[in-house]
């Protein structure tokens, strides 16, 4: 007899709530098709990997809550085996994301019993967020340096530096059987308090608590198939209620297409491009992040 497989109850969403008589709001996010569509379009070491789907966990909890149509882009780059990690949010929801890394380095930090985290695979750099409204809007960008082993670290860092909102975040990534072989998953919880004011008065208290109940959450839950959000949500607030604002569905995609290749090469010179021509008379030019590849042909790039 075999064991069924897990049904998936909240996959692939992120979702807005109110802690009920707090002035505390959160968001929280569950990628299972999505995250693993971007972490098996390359073949990350298993650390890699981890990074890449916090990062997409992050984006999604804080691109969801923009107003505006566009993108987040989330980074961190730095001088250690990963050069850089970034993942690019679209606010309809869609994802894509990519890690550049050195293969030696990251089996040597890899040695031994614990996993590596941020700090140790990204090195002494910075993490970034870029808020990009669109080509008639100034790009705005925040800029914190990398600590901790988890970007949810860099995360709480960077609203407190930026935005100067006491923020808790909380990222986890594995990998799950859901009855087809094992595959990628990640969630993660974000709170935020509500500054005070003559009608809330001081807030200090409440977010103490709040804090305290989210310090319960387990990284286990988070990537859970068969943990709903609801269910998630009341063991940690049930005991002050918890009310769901929204939910909004994700998905994994990219930007790339053969138009955008062609404008790309159109900025090398005649010369340049003759460089590029493969055995079979075209140029190939692959997608780094969904790796794609492209054939065109010369005179199409011209």
Known sequence: MTDAA????????????????????????RLGAAVNEVLTRHSYPEPVANLLGEACALAALVGSSLKFEGRLIVQAQGDGPVRYVVVDYDTSGGMRGYCRFDPDEVAAVSEGFSRPGAKTLLGGGVFIMTLDQGADMERYQGVTAIEGESLALCAEQYFMQSEQIPTRVRLAVGQVDTGEGLSWRAGGILIQTIAGDETRGETKEAWNHAQALFETTGEDELIDPTVPTTTLLWRLFNEDGVRLIDEKPLRAFCRCSEERIGVVLQSFSPEEKAEMIEPDGKIHVTCEYCSRVYALEPDGAA
Not at 12 to 19: R, Y
């Open 6 to 29: 897990p049904q998936i109850l909240s996959d692939d969403l992120v979702s807005a709530f109110q802690i009920e008589g707090l002035p505390v709001r959160g968001r929280v996010v």
